[in-house]
């Protein structure tokens, strides 16, 4: 399969803290992408990387790509507690335009 | 979500029985997707579409099939529902993959007892 994977599952942070969530993946990808679902809702589009790309901001998000390593990384900084969701990375083949996602990364920010 | 509705919102139907889900886009948008979220699963992709007629199977299509007649309607149908499918199902739609992501409707909670 060439689902992602997060990791942590769940992460459980004070407001102000960074939080960090990682998604591996198996095979070559041509883009990644992060989307956040908040509890009862459908999901929603934050960024998307490159395979050229290592890294890319939005606002309080970063994200990193390391292709060598299948691996990428969402940093949100300086967190809220509106930011409590469900976060999923997603791989894609562009010839194929479709992706395939993760079991996402809880993220609790307590206030 | 602008642009995308599902219907039904909440479905509640009986073993064996078929059963319609409707996804709608107002976005003119080529492809249309459906996938399932369960716990421990995260979305997997059921089935997907396009363009007008042209679909194509995901990773657990088995017992679903689909249609589009025309670009704004992506209907997924399950043929004889089982407990099994009890989940939630996302449709999303997407223009130009590499460049933008999905834009997912709200969901639909089926349960099938």
């Known amino acids: 399969s060439q689902q992602g994977e997060e990791d942590p599952q769940a992460l459980s942070i004070q407001e102000g803290e960074n939080a960090t969530m990682n998604c591996s993946y198996k095979?070559?990808?041509?883009?990644l992408q992060w989307y956040r679902q908040n509890s009862g809702r459908g999901l929603v589009h934050l960024i998307l990387?490159?395979?050229?790309?290592r890294e890319k901001h939005s606002g309080r998000l970063r994200v990193t790509l390391d292709t060598s390593k299948k691996s990428s990384s969402l940093l949100i900084t300086a967190s809220r507690a509106a930011d409590t969701a469900s976060y999923f990375c997603?791989?894609?083949?562009?010839?194929?335009?479709?992706?395939?996602f993760g079991s996402g990364t809880k993220l609790n920010v307590k206030p | 979500d602008a642009g995308i509705t599902q219907s039904p919102r909440h479905k509640v139907t009986e073993t064996g029985t078929p059963v319609t889900l409707r996804c709608h886009q107002t976005?003119?948008?080529?492809?249309m997707y459906w996938y399932r979220q369960d716990p421990g699963h995260g979305l997997r992709l059921i089935h997907y579409?396009?363009?007008?007629?042209?679909?194509d199977k995901g990773e657990v299509s088995d017992g679903y099939s689909v249609s589009r007649s025309k670009t704004e309607d992506f209907l997924l149908t399950l043929e004889s529902a089982t407990s099994s499918q009890t989940s939630v199902y996302f449709c999303?739609?997407?223009?130009?993959?590499?460049?933008?992501?999905?834009?997912f409707g709200s969901g639909t909670r089926l349960t099938v007892v």
């Open positions: 579409s396009y363009g007008v007629k042209d679909t």
């Open positions: 997603a791989t894609g083949l562009y010839n194929f335009n479709k992706f395939y």
């Open positions: 999303a739609i997407s223009e130009k993959q590499e460049n933008y992501g999905y834009t």
């Open positions: 095979t070559s990808i041509n883009n």
């Open positions: 990387i490159r395979s050229n790309e």
């Open positions: 976005e003119n948008h080529r492809y």
